[in-house]
């Protein structure tokens, strides 16, 4: 069974870091392209960035550019976020996702004074 | 690539044959699934690649479409399926719709 759990969120004040991680079962996590996915509190579902399946790519939405890397160790099935500057408007859940039928339940990021 | 959804909310009667729509800003070439997101649980993916069913999905869900405009239809609406739709395409980037609210009437 394709599992995909999410952990490190929580509080944090504006201007403050964050990690995130998405711990990966039940498929070959080496072979796929991963992603985050975030939802504000009653909004709806927004991409915030992509990695490539071996880590050499990446992308981001112009929001999060500078502020956000998304990393990936194949050999602990984990990927990340790392999520620096943060501000009020990154407040969401944050989802991994391998871009399409796997998700995780997400973690949820406040980002508040 | 923009992604509008049309209703925004949509109340039908159990059993309806019921219709949303997704239109894209630029030729999606059939890269467009549709999720289904309950209140407080992850998006499950209903639909890919416009037509395609995901195992274990009723079959009163389909999917059609191309180039920019794509319909997830549920042949008889069941209460179960009170939820928010989002359309998704993978062509170029990811995007999602902004979502259609399902009630039951």
């Known amino acids: 069974e394709v599992q995909l759990v999410e952990s490190g969120g929580g509080l944090v004040q504006p201007g403050r870091s964050m990690k995130l991680s998405c711990a990966a079962s039940?498929?070959?996590?080496?072979?796929?392209?991963m992603a985050w996915v975030r939802q504000a509190p009653t909004k709806g579902l927004e991409w915030v960035a992509t990695?490539?399946?071996?880590?050499?790519?990446?992308y981001y939405r112009d929001s999060v550019k500078g502020r956000f890397t998304i990393s990936r160790d194949n050999a602990k099935s984990t990927l990340y976020l790392q999520m620096n500057s943060l501000r009020s408007e990154d407040t969401a859940t944050y989802y991994c996702?391998?871009?399409?039928?796997?998700w995780g339940q997400g973690t949820l990021v406040t980002v508040s004074s | 690539i923009q992604l509008t959804q049309s209703p925004s909310l949509l109340s039908a009667s159990v059993g309806d044959r019921v219709t949303l729509s997704c239109k894209g800003s630029?030729?999606?070439?059939?890269?467009l699934a549709w999720y289904q997101q309950k209140l407080g649980e992850a998006p499950k993916l209903l639909i890919y690649?416009?037509?395609s069913l995901q195992t274990g999905i009723p079959s009163r869900f389909s999917g059609s479409g191309s180039g920019t405009d794509y319909t997830l239809t549920i042949s008889s609406l069941q209460p179960e399926d009170v939820a928010t739709y989002f359309c998704?395409?993978?062509?170029?980037?990811?995007?999602f719709g902004s979502g259609t609210k399902l009630e039951i009437k």
């Open positions: 996702t391998e871009g399409l039928a796997y």
């Open positions: 039940g498929f070959t996590f080496s072979n796929y392209g």
């Open positions: 990695i490539s399946y071996d880590g050499s790519s990446t």
């Open positions: 630029q030729n999606i070439n059939n890269y």
């Open positions: 690649n416009t037509n």
């Open positions: 998704y395409q993978y062509n170029n980037g990811l995007t």
